[in-house]
């Protein structure tokens, strides 16, 4: 491993652990997250200042580069810190839904319970005494022409005679 690489490993670790202290302290970082941070920010620390025991792990497991074994661990690191991170966000966004339709339905106004006989009509007649316009045809209703009618209607025209008058 290079000393420069090296010396990128102990800054990024220092200014990672020190960003992670001061989060810390400003109680935006939860403490699971941060032992976690700290950890990977040690790990770092120990391959800056270690990296024979790095050097040999990556040959033992076949990569010629030790760089790209750094690498490639990191990135391991980070995808199942990832993985963990949006499975708890989804038990988080789960446990929101069902909080959110808790406070619905306890908010919503309670109805006296009714018998099933009582339920409501699924075509509300119109307002108003009908009767039957012809009475040979039961089906046709019509509202009388003295019968009270709802607000904003007018009343209907009585039908013209068909021949016409004159």
Known sequence: MSIFLQILLLAACLLTFFFLVRRIRTAHVQIRDAVFWIGLSVLLLVVSLVPRWVERLALLVGVVDTTNFVFLVVI???????????????????????????IALAAMPEEPARPESAAPAAFPLPAGPLQSQDQTSPGSLVRPADAPRPEGTAPAQPPQPAGGEG
């Open 76 to 102: 391991f690191i980070l995808l199942v810190k990832l993985f963990n991170t949006s499975v708890q966000l989804s038990r988080l966004d789960s446990r929101l839904n069902h909080l959110a339709q808790q």
